[in-house]
């Protein structure tokens, strides 16, 4: 008697993770191996990035942008292939996990690309979650931020999401009690910036001033004081990027959307990371809101968001 061969079930498994803004920002001197030490406050905020990973007979890995996507992809090149960050997260799950199919991945971008608030780096979280449970895995979430570490700096907080310290190179991650939420408006810009190129014109500012930068070793504790409480008005005084002026000499654009955003009613700005999105703080919800609607009106992408919010997480899972 003939077995009838076993219908393969397709099954997708949709995993959400946020953006970040670094409220602090110290970066240390060009290091011999290339890169520099930092000492930074993350914060998850509500902008998330979505992956759906759905099992696929074929072998192998495919990706693909949703229609669905709120960030506006004209002119704007994602790699679709073996560079793409959630294509390398979905390899190495496949590398530790003894079930792994082929497999889809649709993203869902509304993060800014190139934009200093971790998009790909999300892309890359919401795939390792995704593809662990899609293929029964079974990694713990340590061990899963082991292997976002090998992806990228900004890769384990987007797993881990909430407030966080990151030293290092921004992966030596410590999370900081700060659950109080603080209001933010995010102005996106239509370019990017390339991080390398950020760091490299800071290295050249420092150069021409003879500026000595010292290895961060930490954070300013009040900044982590601020947040725990909540407290809008003492984090405005207190807001640091050491790469914000680099950004402005290569997008000085960026100075004036700063300007533009305190003239209507921030309480302060920065460039977040390495820009070219300039985070904006409110006193509460009401005045972000306010605010991103004025800053709208002004012509800017201006959106309004909160943090710290959680990190990546399954938000369905479903047999097709």
């Known amino acids: 008697m003939n077995t009838p061969p076993v219908r393969f079930a397709a099954r997708t498994v949709r995993v959400k993770a946020p953006g970040k803004i670094n409220v602090s920002l110290d970066v240390g001197p060009l290091r011999p191996d290339g890169y520099h030490s930092v000492a930074s406050v993350y914060l998850a905020v509500s902008l998330y990035e979505e992956v759906a990973a759905t099992s696929t007979e074929t072998p192998g890995i495919t990706v693909s942008l949703s229609p669905g996507s709120t960030l506006d992809l004209d002119g704007v090149e994602i790699p679709l292939d073996a560079s793409n960050l959630a294509y390398r997260a979905a390899a190495i799950m496949a590398d530790v996990s003894e079930h792994a199919t082929g497999v889809h991945l649709e993203i869902t971008k509304r993060v800014p690309v190139a934009g200093g608030m971790g998009g790909g780096s999300a892309d890359a979280a919401a795939t390792l979650l995704a593809c662990d449970a899609?293929?029964?895995?079974?990694?713990?979430?340590?061990?899963?931020?082991?292997?976002?570490?090998?992806?990228?700096?900004?890769?384990?907080?987007?797993?881990?999401?909430?407030?966080?310290?990151?030293?290092?190179?921004?992966?030596?991650?410590?999370?900081?009690?700060?659950?109080?939420?603080?209001?933010?408006?995010?102005?996106?810009?239509?370019?990017?910036?390339?991080?390398?190129?950020?760091?490299?014109?800071?290295?050249?500012?420092?150069?021409?001033?003879?500026?000595?930068?010292?290895?961060?070793?930490?954070?300013?504790?009040?900044?982590?004081?601020?947040?725990?409480?909540?407290?809008?008005?003492?984090?405005?005084?207190?807001?640091?990027?050491?790469?914000?002026?680099?950004?402005?000499?290569?997008?000085?654009?960026?100075?004036?959307?700063?300007?533009?955003?305190?003239?209507?009613?921030?309480?302060?700005?920065?460039?977040?990371?390495?820009?070219?999105?300039?985070?904006?703080l409110a006193d509460d919800s009401v005045a972000a809101e306010a605010l991103a609607e004025d800053l709208q009106h002004q012509g800017l992408s201006a959106l309004a968001v909160h943090g710290p919010v959680p990190g990546a997480r399954i938000i369905s899972d479903t047999l097709l």
């Open 134 to 280: 899609l293929w029964n895995s079974g990694l713990s979430r340590e061990e899963l931020a082991h292997l976002a570490a090998e992806l990228g700096a900004d890769v384990p907080f987007s797993l881990l999401g909430g407030t966080a310290v990151g030293l290092g190179v921004g992966d030596q991650l410590s999370p900081a009690l700060a659950k109080a939420k603080t209001h933010w408006v995010l102005v996106t810009a239509d370019f990017g910036l390339s991080t390398p190129e950020v760091f490299r014109t800071l290295d050249r500012l420092r150069e021409a001033e003879g500026v000595d930068a010292d290895e961060p070793t930490g954070v300013d504790p009040h900044i982590l004081a601020a947040l725990r409480g909540g407290d809008a008005d003492a984090l405005s005084r207190i807001l640091v990027n050491d790469l914000q002026r680099a950004s402005i000499e290569l997008a000085p654009s960026l100075r004036d959307t700063l300007g533009i955003g305190e003239s209507h009613g921030a309480i302060a700005g920065i460039v977040s990371g390495s820009g070219p999105t300039v985070a904006l």
